[in-house]
């Protein structure tokens, strides 16, 4: 049996309240949606894979040509022959060139690693999304329980009044002691605390969730609303062990392993250094200082190349290198502690079953028996005070059950980050963008 078929007989009488925004957390979707476009951390990730993005154009594009223009053989002093006239018309010639550089070998490379570079930072990207959506998960967790706490917390504070009130009267007509009356003035005044932590601990959690939304979180209509979310998070079906799957699914494994393709493409262009590249040039001139015997007009072709026998990429490559190794390590880190924490939260989720067992055979018997006191006092065989301590004790159980939900909602929570079971968000048009 759930613990909900047990709680359902002690109905959560807590003031509804109506939502503060259109937003249902029963919708995971729309939360997605919400992280994507408005959480600051998501923004800034998809910032960086839009910038990581135009390093693809970049890398596609070829280097501009080089235009030089030239006046030369400007005549100073005495021309030759002497009796030239017009000098700065007849002596100096005008050239113009065009440079074209040639990568050998080094483009495709490039090209691949600013591919492999985008990828990288956009499941950075996704995976910064994911600790966001999983935050806000977890804040609204903390909604549920706190306002499910806030409840039975209400529940008590009514039924010590009422406790208070008989004692009072019993202690008036000098049935108690009156210290006993100022044990119960004690306890209510404890019962009401709590009540206000948990009124605190509500406000805390909804501004929690509405950092990570820029967005106001309402509380649920009631505390039998929040208990069902959080029973509903805590038993959905999750894997318990690491699987390949998993590995495909884990944005952050798979930024890692496109950041070591980029490293891997970086060595190669690292090594291709040592091919020099070509710089072509084309050039026209035009000679005025025909009267020497030089050609009015005039083509010139030339090559450029640099020789590598000093710098051929070696820094590049202890750079590309390192990269290299530190993402294999980096990668290998991260996925056996995802592997360790899926096991820790898988036994920790078989733990808390075992102790909601226990404690449905504890409200059972707690009900059993409140059930029972109520229908004693009722042909007069009990007292309402022994009805009322009853109902305190079941209560406290009921408040035992809530912290178990809370419990097994936040291990569920955590078994599914690390399995990276979340929804895509619709907002994600990034790489449509990039591809379009």
Not at 167 to 180: F, H, Y
Not at 230 to 246: F, H, M, N, V, Y
Not at 258 to 273: F, G, H, S, Y
Not at 379 to 392: F, H, K, P, T, Y
């Amino acid at each position: 049996m759930a613990l909900v078929f047990l709680l359902a007989p002690y109905q959560l009488r807590a003031q509804a309240v109506p939502p503060a925004a259109p937003i249902d957390y029963g919708d995971e979707q729309a939360l997605a949606t919400l992280v994507w476009q408005h959480a600051p951390e998501v923004v800034a990730a998809r910032r960086e894979a839009m910038v990581a993005g135009s390093e693809i154009t970049r890398a596609h594009l070829y280097p501009n040509p080089r235009l030089d223009l030239g006046w030369n053989t400007i005549p100073i002093g005495r021309t030759t022959p002497p009796d030239l006239q017009d000098p700065i018309g007849n002596v100096p010639n005008y050239t113009a060139g065009l440079s074209e550089l040639f990568e050998l070998a080094k483009r495709g490379p490039r090209q691949a690693a600013a591919a492999a570079a985008f990828e990288a930072s956009r499941s950075q990207a996704i995976a910064v999304f994911a600790d966001r959506f999983f935050d806000l998960l977890r804040a609204v967790g903390h909604i549920a329980t706190a306002q499910v706490r806030v409840a039975l917390s209400d529940e008590q504070v009514q039924e010590g009044a009422r406790l208070l009130e008989l004692e009072r009267a019993r202690a008036q007509r000098g049935e108690i002691a009156g210290v006993l009356v100022d044990r119960s003035e004690t306890e209510q005044a404890r019962l009401v605390d709590a009540r206000d932590a948990a009124r605190t601990e509500l406000e805390a959690a909804r501004a929690e969730c509405s950092a990570l939304i820029a967005a106001p979180c309402p509380p649920f209509s009631s505390g039998d609303a929040a208990r069902r979310f959080l029973q509903d998070g805590a038993r959905a079906p999750l894997p318990t062990a690491w699987s390949s799957d998993i590995e495909e699914r884990r944005p952050d494994l798979s930024a890692l392993a496109q950041a070591l393709r980029a490293a891997d493409e970086e060595v190669t262009l690292a090594k291709r250094q040592a091919i020099p590249d070509v710089t072509l040039r084309f050039g026209y001139t035009y000679d005025t200082f025909v009267t020497a015997g030089n050609q009015r007009q005039s083509l010139g072709l030339g090559m450029e190349m640099p020789i590598p026998v000093l710098d051929h990429g070696q820094a590049d490559l202890e750079a590309a290198s390192a990269a290299v190794i530190s993402a294999q390590r980096a990668r290998a880190s991260l996925k056996a502690s995802g592997q360790y924490t899926l096991e820790s939260a898988a036994r920790e989720r078989e733990l808390i079953d075992t102790r909601r067992t226990q404690l449905q055979a504890a409200l059972g018997t707690a009900n059993q028996v409140r059930h029972s006191m109520e229908g004693a006092a009722q042909q007069g065989g009990m007292s309402q005070i022994e009805v009322l301590l009853a109902r305190r004790r079941y209560q406290e159980l009921l408040l035992e059950g809530a912290e178990l939900e809370g419990a097994a909602y936040a291990t569920s929570l955590k078994l599914r980050q690390t399995a990276a079971l979340f929804p895509r968000p619709n907002g994600d048009r990034d790489r449509e963008d990039r591809q379009g």
